[in-house]
Structure formats: C-alpha cells, structure tokens
C-alpha cells in the first residue's frame, strides 16, 4: 500500500509546502490529504513565480490531477476553505469529510478575548483552541451540517483506502511541528492536539499498518512563531546578520531562530517513526548552495553538515531543498541506511 505520511520535525515553518508539492509530482500521487489540527497552519508553495499560501486546501493542488481532501480529524473554516479552492481553482477535485468540526465566529473571538490564549500562549486566533474545545464537549458544528460545504461532502477515509487497496500513490499531509505537539511538545506552549505521524493518520482514517514511509522534514535551522523556549535562539541581530529573518504565514509575527538542533531532531525521529528526513532551506545557510539539483553542485561544509545530520540522527536525507520555487531540491536515492553520500 503506496502511502507516504509526512510531518513537521521542529515547530512549524519547515517548508513542508515545498516538500508536498515536489512528491506530488515525482511519485504521481493519485490522493493528497491533510490532517493535523485546522487554518492555524499555514503551507506555502512556489510555482514559477507564483507564490501561494494555504491554510486549509493541501499542499499538492499544482498536481492538476491529484485528488484534494480534508481529513475527518481536521478543524474546517468554510471561509478560508472557500477563497483557497477559488484561488487555485480547485472545485472540481476538493473533498471535506463530512465529520470536521467547523469554526465558527464564536471560536475566533473566543480565542482572542483569552488572555491565556493569545497573550500567554500566543495562539493565532484562528479559532482553532475554542473549536476542539467544542469537538470534545460535542457541542461544535460538523461538516455536513453547512450547506456551502455540501457539494464537497464525502467519506475521506473511505476514499483514502480505496486508493491504498488499488495501489494508488497517497500523500498524507501533516501540518505544524512535533513540537507543537499537546502532548509531545513543549506544554502549554503547544497546539491543541497531537500532531505527529500517528495522530495524522488517525485524522485521516488509516491504521499504521497502511503506512510505507514517514518523511520528516526539517530546516537548516530551527524557528518558532510564538511563545515558548527555543533552545540555542538568537539575537534579533545575530539572526538578522545569518539572514535567517522570518515572517509566520498566518500570523506574519516574526519568528525566532536558532541553529539546527540535533537533540530534537532525534527526539522528533522517534515519535513520528520517521523513515526518511527532507532538509529545506539549505541555501539560507550555505548560499553559495543555491538553486543546486545535485548534491555533487554542492560545497564540501554543505555536505558535511547533511553528512552530520544522517550521522547523528540516523535517518537518511533523500530531499534537499536549495531554493523556494518547488523544483529546487536534490532528490538522492535511497539505499536504506544513512550516511551513503
């Protein structure tokens, strides 16, 4: 069963948009399907010179012919689902399980009267908190219930493993960061479910044993939106003189930096059963890497630091990503243990 999962390893801001996108098109997926936790979670993609970020549509919409779901597991904002499928002109190949929970403008503004949330926490006030806190009272909307949704109704699930059982490629889309994790993340600095490997297939409808690949990804360095520790962060102008500086997606708060975290990236291989690791932004911390589709087109220090993170992770590095458009990446052959450059 051709299923590849694939999850945040930091806190977010990975660039697993990229990523998504590119297996799209290299494995001729037939399913993208997202989990994880709602609009809170933003996912950019580059085509050409077009730039899109969405927070509720998957990552793999550039594949013209690839089927778009939204897992049972996820909080749905009809508003932003909506404007995104408009956007990418997507109407015809979107479907939303009719059990995702709905944000409503009640769970926006909840979210952000809240001192805890917005202020403590520093939430994005998408609603998503005061949305799950519904789903577990079993007060909040579902899907089928809102008559805009109502032509993208299905069984997402049932979709998915009916593709699994024909062979058919499927793409499983994580979305935040293992740390970001209720209940493997950095508490109460978190979101408000769990968002590793299981978790996201438990928001899609799959049992483990449909899953062939976990891909992780992780950034040449760490950055976390929001509140929170981030071990080894940096000044506001260390960060600035890397060139590291960047904006959240959704929010478009500033995110802190530090550099690549070996400790966590263990730890995040651990609890997502990860497989395999795609590495972005390379190019960010070694210019001169820019735009590379080779891992030979790279310098000695860049492949000594992808060498070091297969060394001291133990998973490795099959995607490198050197520039933001989806089609900068080195893709390197798998031969089934790490350090094989």
């Known amino acids: 069963m051709p299923c590849t999962v694939l999850v945040g390893g930091f806190w977010g801001d990975e660039g697993k948009g990229k990523i998504i996108s590119h297996l799209a098109y290299r494995n001729q997926i037939s399913i993208c399907v997202r989990g994880g936790v709602g609009p809170n979670a933003g996912h950019t993609v580059q085509v050409g010179e077009k730039t899109y970020k969405v927070r509720m549509l998957p990552s793999a919409f550039p594949k013209e012919d690839a089927r778009l779901l939204v897992g049972a597991?996820?909080?749905?904002?009809?508003?932003?689902?909506?404007?995104?499928?408009?956007?990418?002109?997507?109407?015809?190949?979107?479907?939303?399980?009719?059990?995702?929970?709905?944000?409503?403008?009640?769970?926006?503004?909840?979210?952000?009267?809240?001192?805890?949330?917005?202020?403590?926490?520093?939430?994005?006030?998408?609603?998503?908190?005061?949305?799950?806190?519904?789903?577990?009272?079993?007060?909040?909307?579902?899907?089928?219930?809102?008559?805009?949704?109502?032509?993208?109704?299905?069984?997402?699930?049932?979709?998915?493993?009916?593709?699994?059982?024909?062979?058919?490629?499927?793409?499983?889309?994580?979305?935040?960061?293992?740390?970001?994790?209720?209940?493997?993340?950095?508490?109460?600095?978190?979101?408000?479910?769990?968002?590793?490997?299981?978790?996201?297939?438990?928001?899609?409808?799959?049992?483990?044993?449909?899953?062939?690949?976990?891909?992780?990804?992780?950034?040449?360095?760490?950055?976390?939106?929001?509140?929170?520790?981030?071990?080894?962060?940096?000044?506001?102008?260390?960060?600035?003189?890397?060139?590291?500086?960047?904006?959240?997606?959704?929010?478009?708060?500033?995110?802190?930096?530090?550099?690549?975290?070996?400790?966590?990236?263990?730890r995040a291989v651990k609890l997502n059963g990860a497989t395999q690791i795609a590495l972005t932004k390379l190019d960010v911390v070694y210019p001169d890497c820019k735009g590379a589709r080779d891992f030979n087109q790279l310098s000695d220090e860049a492949k000594g630091f992808v060498r070091k993170i297969e060394e001291e992770v133990g998973v490795p590095v099959t995607l490198i990503g050197t520039g933001p458009e989806v089609n900068e990446i080195i893709a390197l052959e798998r031969t089934g243990k790490p350090v094989s450059r």
């Not at 202020?119 to 007060?139: E, F, L």
């Not at 699930?157 to 950095?186: C, P, R």
């Not at 102008?237 to 904006?247: A, D, L, S």
Request: glycine letters at 10%.
């Open 73 to 266: 597991g996820v909080l749905v904002n009809p508003q932003i689902l909506l404007s995104e499928i408009e956007a990418t002109g997507t109407k015809d190949r979107v479907g939303v399980d009719s059990q995702c929970a709905i944000i409503e403008e009640k769970h926006i503004q909840a979210d952000k009267a809240s001192g805890h949330l917005s202020k403590k926490i520093g939430t994005t006030g998408t609603g998503t908190g005061p949305c799950n806190m519904d789903r577990v009272q079993r007060t909040v909307k579902i899907a089928k219930e809102v008559p805009e949704l109502e032509k993208y109704i299905t069984d997402v699930s049932g979709e998915v493993n009916d593709a699994l059982d024909a062979g058919k490629q499927v793409l499983v889309e994580g979305t935040q960061g293992t740390f970001l994790s209720l209940y493997h993340g950095s508490y109460p600095f978190c979101t408000s479910k769990d968002i590793t490997a299981s978790s996201i297939c438990g928001d899609v409808g799959i049992g483990p044993t449909c899953v062939d690949e976990v891909v992780i990804v992780f950034k040449a360095y760490v950055t976390r939106v929001g509140e929170g520790f981030l071990p080894g962060l940096l000044s506001e102008e260390e960060t600035k003189r890397r060139g590291w500086v960047e904006f959240g997606a959704v929010t478009r708060r500033p995110r802190r930096a530090a550099p690549f975290n070996f400790d966590l990236a263990r």
